[in-house]
């Protein structure tokens, strides 16, 4: 069987969290932060491997609170997504203050990705059956063509929304064969009485409340890595007015992948449980919801004993 890794991006600021780590807040019944729940997930549906990308400022700290932790149980590594970390003959703008997203976190991690390999976030909750299909997905033969086969777990986006303020989503859109057409990377989505909505310059603009969303739950191979840098050269070399706060999105790369027809992308849907914490106020309910699964025999607590 083939080896697979998990990637977890874990190298978030914490700016709407109120400049807290995040991703190592004590939530579970045992202390355990949100991301040692899709790790013990990851390892039970086959993955062998986890790589963290975090900051180097937060090394020290990640590793005895978490890593230390997990690598009695898997095989474990880290990478280091920095700011200033950019292909040669680029450098950081003047007033840029945090990394440049989702695609560079990939690219820190890049020569430790060297099997079939999913990304997920570290605030997110995905359930157990979205790492059960993707493993699936990532084992599986691929079909001999030029197209990079990419995986994502998606959600219905109702399932996805915060009862403490606004979030991005990536929207699945679909032909009429059921084949995914785009990714478009949504902000400002908010939970309303009739379902869901996009807060914009014209005004509170219904969506679909199930329409499926991708939730940074993706599947690669390693090939993609080269198309990858390809595409952070060209970002960054395009770069205008936005050049502090502009970010390299795997959404709008996959979706820039479809639309040149160079990539097909199978969607999971999984009928789980989504939660996460994006804002401070979101976490009484994460931890509400962890206890539960646990007092359900889903979980173990402590997750991991060491």
Known sequence: MKKTTLAVMAAG??????GDIRQMEPLGPGGEPLLAYSVYDALEAGFDKVVFIIRKEIDKEFRERIGNRIA?????????????????????????????????????????????????????????EGFRMLHGDLIRDEKPDSLEHVSVVSFALKHTLSDNGSVTRGILSFDENGNVTGIHETKNLIRTEDGAAVMS????????????????????????????????????????????????????????????????????????????????EDRETVRDMLSRLTEKGIYETPLFTT
């Not at 600021?13 to 109120?18: A, F, I, L, N, Q």
């Not at 199978?266 to 449980?273: K, M, P």
Request: proline share 6%.
């Open 72 to 128: 009695a149980e898997a095989e474990v590594a880290y990478a280091y997504q920095e700011m200033d970390g950019l292909p040669a003959g680029f450098s950081v703008p003047p007033g840029r203050r945090r990394p440049w997203g989702t695609g560079q976190a990939v690219l820190s991690a890049g020569n430790l990705l060297t099997e079939p390999f999913a990304v997920i976030n570290a605030d997110d909750y995905y359930g157990k």
């Open 13 to 18: 600021d914490g700016s709407r969290y109120g």
């Open 201 to 280: 310059d014209e005004g509170i603009l219904p969506v679909r409340a199930d329409c499926l969303v991708s939730m940074n739950m993706w599947g690669f191979r390693p090939s993609i890595l080269g198309t990858l840098g390809d595409g952070f050269r060209k970002f960054l070399a395009d770069l205008d007015g936005d050049a502090q706060q502009a970010e390299y999105l795997l959404p709008d790369f996959v979706d820039h992948m479809l639309k040149r027809r160079k990539a097909d992308v199978h969607v999971l849907r999984s009928d789980d449980v989504w939660f996460g914490v994006t804002y401070r």
